[in-house]
């Protein structure tokens, strides 16, 4: 086992694949550390605090990051495959172009956060507050969306085939050239406070903007 002591040890001599060891971080203040393509695959960094951390091209796949504080953490590129954001902290986050394939977003604060490109196929962002995310062309095939709030997010051509949106709120939501549950396409800008609601609002916007 790796611990916080052990591990800043071994980084600062140059180490950054830790794959093959089983590293313990749990509530570790790693705040403004440049662990840029790091490799922590299953790790433990439950109530970590990352904020202003570099973690570009990293992977930390399977990792545990359940109540993480990760303001302004910048996971651009990085691999985070089933990895643990539950009830985290991630306000303006940079997770452009990540791969969070099944990772766990439910009820998480994710104000502000930069999801453009991500591939979120399958990931559970139930209950999560994405409030002016940024999820332009984000793959969301197959998430669970249930009950997050979207207020103002950026959605153009963004994928959310398949689903869930039960009690989502979209208000002021930017659907240009989103892909919806049926495959259909809205193909303007549109700006809506208080009428989309549901994905079957979504069909209907579509049908009225083409």
Do not use: H
């Amino acid at each position: 086992m790796i611990s916080i002591s052990k591990f800043i040890k071994l980084y600062g001599s140059g180490k950054f694949d830790f794959s093959r060891s089983e590293v313990n971080l749990k509530q570790a203040d790693l705040s403004e550390v440049n662990l840029m393509g790091i490799k922590l695959w299953k790790a433990n960094l439950a109530g970590v605090n990352l904020s202003f951390a570099v973690l570009r091209k990293s992977n930390l796949s399977e990792s545990n990051l359940t109540g993480a504080t990760l303001w302004r953490t910048d996971f651009n590129q990085a691999s985070l495959i089933k990895s643990q954001f539950s009830r985290g902290m991630l306000i303006r986050t940079n997770f452009s172009r990540a791969t969070l394939y099944k990772s766990l977003f439910n009820n998480a604060d994710m104000r502000l956060v930069c999801l453009e490109g991500a591939d979120l196929r399958g990931a559970d962002l139930s209950g999560a507050n994405l409030s002016y995310a940024d999820l332009r062309g984000a793959n969301l095939t197959g998430a669970n969306l249930s009950y997050a709030d979207l207020t103002g997010a950026y959605l153009a051509k963004a994928n959310l085939s398949n689903t869930n949106q039960e009690g989502i709120i979209f208000e002021g939501v930017d659907f240009n050239q989103m892909i919806l549950p049926n495959d259909t396409c809205v193909s303007k800008t549109a700006l809506i406070n208080n009428r989309v609601n549901n994905i079957g609002d979504l069909r209907r916007l579509n049908k009225e903007v083409l």
